[in-house]
């Protein structure tokens, strides 16, 4: 080992890339070990730079805009000289906002200048209306000499007192950690993967597979390593918000995360607990490290670009044993039409997260469901990929679950009597068992408040009419073909591939491989289904009308997700035509043009969607929960699937119709996670309070008196008791049963890992 490593690190190309990686690291171990540059501005130090507005001095002290105006620049700080980095930004402020034309509140903001052109960012941190003090994050991209800090008024009052700028050196240790991992990657991809290394995969046909794979693995990611690129699809608002919601309640100290503490302005917001999240975990670390949240977003979504195209490949390499085959299907699946939809277009998170966990199923069919029956080796292999896959479902898109599910479910059943017999339904059992354990966590609060009522808004409910409001939503027959400009249909390629495999079908007849017949005829009938399914001809209004199911089948929402599993399906019965052809002359040919038109269709769509993308930094930190307040503001107006029955959202907060209080109320207060309400009952008897919090279970009196119940308007309500007069804090706690899961689950996965480092031990010492 020691002499291939020597030999190789005396040839000058890789002697040249490790002086560079050397370098590189050296100047982030000097950047990250310099003092913090700190900068403290009082409120005459400010520079004046209004146009319109007067700036006066308001009775504490501080200097801005006394009286009701419209927005402009106000304020400035004199240049400072700023190293390239992450910078915390703590500023003390009156701040009473206007209002739109629209009645829609404004938000003021603070961000960098510079004379040069790049040198920073240009995001704009919006200062909390709720408090007299707060702390924003701004990033400088290249060292300036010129940079200022600038108060901007979006209109209303708005005084500034003492500022702190402080660079964030955790951020600067963040990164040296960063590029060690980077190029610890490239270096072992190196190693492995190119030719004449003493460590390099002896099948010369695997690497130039996997290094084709790499090539369109960066191929998919283009927008994403352009400025703000990737991040301007219609949800990217929504997932964004989740990263920044779950960074935020971790550092509050909240594991695992239920409740956005900061989201509706306050109010409280728990996708949480209807949505999986634990792959968005690793943004939301890498934003509490000091990553930008827009880079954070990115770099998950390269990653998961790099999982899609190496768990594809692994996949079908086991379902057809032969790289060039694999390689070909992986290809198909990256550049499919919907999948560069859910990145682009859509920025659908979840669903394209879950695309990358899909192949593994149908590959654990192939294992289970062979010619030959699976022995013991087999068998585990099998459950293996079926509690990665279903368990990464659960945790990523319950939709893409609930297609996956009813598609395996229909396998199983029509092979009744290979899936009855003892092993393969004991793989089913414990790889059933060991999905629901390890994501117990998430299932208890998601089945409590799914099952126990309260939060309907997910979901239509069952009738005839409800699914043709779902049947409205899906595209024409003749949709499903065209190279749209969103991308959201199945596409040519995949058809042509169908067709090829119905044209082997036919040709070959018997003579066609067992494998590839019995694999391609099932997916193509899938895969068909699937397809109409997608469309308006559907009878969406028929299913909708089934007791139960009909529920169940209209939680799609939209028939056209349908794709993720048709886009799988094609994609193999394509990749079946090719093994198929692999006999005669016909393989490489039916390969190159499928792949051909593959690459025209993305370019296609790259051509119709670079050019709309802003190329701007778009913000940071707050601007993302409050992004566009003209259109959604602070409340997140336009995502209300989560919200408790009988919460009413305007563009402003919520509206609570019911009176609810009868107490003396005098004041509410946020501290931290804690909503602290000071009150008095006068009365004599029980009184009731309402606090500005959405409600879910978990929500308990921490300290003081009373109980914690849910009010008619949706909010958490508390008891106080007759002649109280004090303090009575609220904050979420986990419940019992809920904590009980989680250490379910937390135990079922230090099981398995010590079965996995047993099972190895025992491979070394045979």
């Known amino acids: 080992m020691r002499q291939s490593i020597r030999s190789l690190c005396r040839r000058p190309a890789v002697l040249v890339l490790l002086l560079f990686e050397l370098l590189v690291v050296l100047g982030a171990l000097w950047a990250a070990a310099k003092p913090a540059v700190t900068y403290t501005f009082t409120p005459d130090q400010w520079e004046v730079i209004a146009q319109a507005s007067s700036i006066e001095y308001d009775a504490d002290g501080r200097r801005g805009v006394t009286e009701m105006t419209d927005g402009e620049p106000i304020l400035q700080t004199p240049a400072m000289s700023l ?35 790049m040198s920073v960012s240009g995001e704009r941190a919006w200062v909390n209306v709720q408090a007299q003090q707060d702390t924003v994050v701004l990033n400088v991209d290249y060292a300036s000499d010129t940079i200022r800090l600038v108060a901007d008024n979006d209109g209303g009052i708005f005084t500034i007192g003492n500022v702190e700028i402080r660079q964030d050196m955790a951020y600067a240790w963040a990164c040296v ?50 400025n703000s690129g990737g991040a301007q699809g219609a949800d990217w608002r929504f997932h964004l918000s989740r990263i920044e919601g779950i960074a935020q309640a971790l550092r509050e100290g909240q594991f695992p995360v239920r409740v956005y503490s900061q989201a509706k302005d306050g109010y409280g917001y728990a996708p949480s607990l209807f949505y999986g999240e634990l792959f968005l975990y690793f943004p939301a670390v890498l934003r509490l490290l000091g990553m930008s949240v827009q880079g954070a977003y990115r770099t998950y979504a390269i990653a998961v670009q790099a999982l899609t195209a190496g768990i594809s490949f692994f996949s079908f390499r086991q379902m057809f044993r032969h790289n060039k085959t694999a390689l070909v299907g992986s290809i198909l ?21 879950a695309l990358a966990f899909l192949p593994l199923i149908p590959a654990a069919l192939s294992l289970l469901y062979a010619q030959q029956k699976p022995d013991r080796h087999t068998a585990r292999v099998a459950c293996a990929e079926l509690v990665v896959s279903f368990g990464a479902l659960v945790q990523t898109h319950i939709i893409s679950l609930e297609l996956a599910t009813l598609s395996t479910a229909v396998f199983c059943l029509y092979h009744f009597r290979r899936t009855f017999t003892k092993r393969i339904l004991g793989v089913w059992v414990t790889a059933a068992g060991l999905v629901v354990l390890l994501n117990l966590w998430f299932l208890v609060p998601f089945l409590t408040l799914m099952l126990g009522g309260g939060y309907n808004n997910m979901y239509g409910g069952e009738s005839f009419a409800g699914g043709l409001s779902v049947q409205k939503n899906g595209l024409w027959l003749s949709e499903l073909l065209s190279w749209r400009a969103d991308h959201n249909s199945i596409g040519v390629v995949l058809v042509a591939g169908l067709v090829a495999f119905v044209w082997c079908w036919l040709t070959q007849g018997p003579a066609m491989p067992r494998r590839e017949r019995k694999i391609g005829a099932w997916v193509a009938v899938l895969g068909t289904l699937a397809c109409w399914m997608c469309t308006n001809t559907f009878p969406w209004g028929i299913l909708g009308s089934l007791p139960v199911v009909g529920r169940l089948l209209l939680a799609i929402q939209f028939p056209w997700r349908y794709f993720s599993l048709a886009t799988l399906l094609l994609v193999l019965v394509s990749v079946c035509a090719v093994s198929a052809l692999r006999r005669g002359r016909y393989a490489q040919p039916v390969a190159a043009l499928l792949l051909s038109a593959s690459l025209l269709g993305v370019a296609i769509f790259y051509h119709s969607y670079l050019p709309t993308v ?36 305007t563009r402003d907060g919520f509206t609570c119709d019911t009176a609810v209080t009868t107490v003396e109320i005098a004041s509410v207060e946020c501290r931290g996670n804690t909503t602290v309400l000071s009150c008095s009952e006068v009365n004599g008897e029980l009184g009731y309070a309402e606090l500005p919090l959405l409600y879910y279970p978990g929500y308990t009196i921490v300290d003081g008196e009373g109980e914690v119940f849910r009010t008619a308007n949706g909010m958490v309500g508390v008891t106080v008791p007759a002649g109280f007069s004090g303090e009575i804090s609220v904050a979420f706690r986990e419940p019992k049963r809920w904590l009980a899961a989680d250490l379910v689950s937390l135990v079922t996965l230090l099981g398995l890992l010590g079965y996995g480092v047993r099972s190895i031990r025992r491979k070394k010492s045979v």
């Open 333 to 353: 699946y990256m550049l499919a039409p919907y999948h560069i939809y859910n990145i682009y277009w859509r920025t659908a998170v979840g669903e394209y997260t």
């Open 83 to 117: 190293p390239a980095g992450h910078y915390r930004v703590t500023l003390d402020y009156r701040y009473e906002p206007g209002r739109t034309e629209e009645e829609i509140e404004r938000r003021s903001s603070v961000y960098f200048t510079a004379e040069e052109e």
């Open 177 to 226: 950690l960063g590029w060690f991992v980077v190029f610890a990657l490239v270096d072992l991809a190196l190693v492995l993967l190119v030719p004449g290394s003493p460590r390099a995969l002896r099948d010369a046909d695997l690497r130039g597979c996997l290094w084709l794979l790499g090539a369109v693995t960066v191929l998919t990611c283009v927008p994403l390593l352009m």
């Open 614 to 649: 802003d190329t701007s930094y778009l913000g940071d930190r707050a601007q993302m929960i409050y992004t566009d307040y003209k259109i959604s503001n602070m409340a997140w107006y336009y995502d209300s699937l989560y919200l408790p029955d009988g919460a009413v959202e």
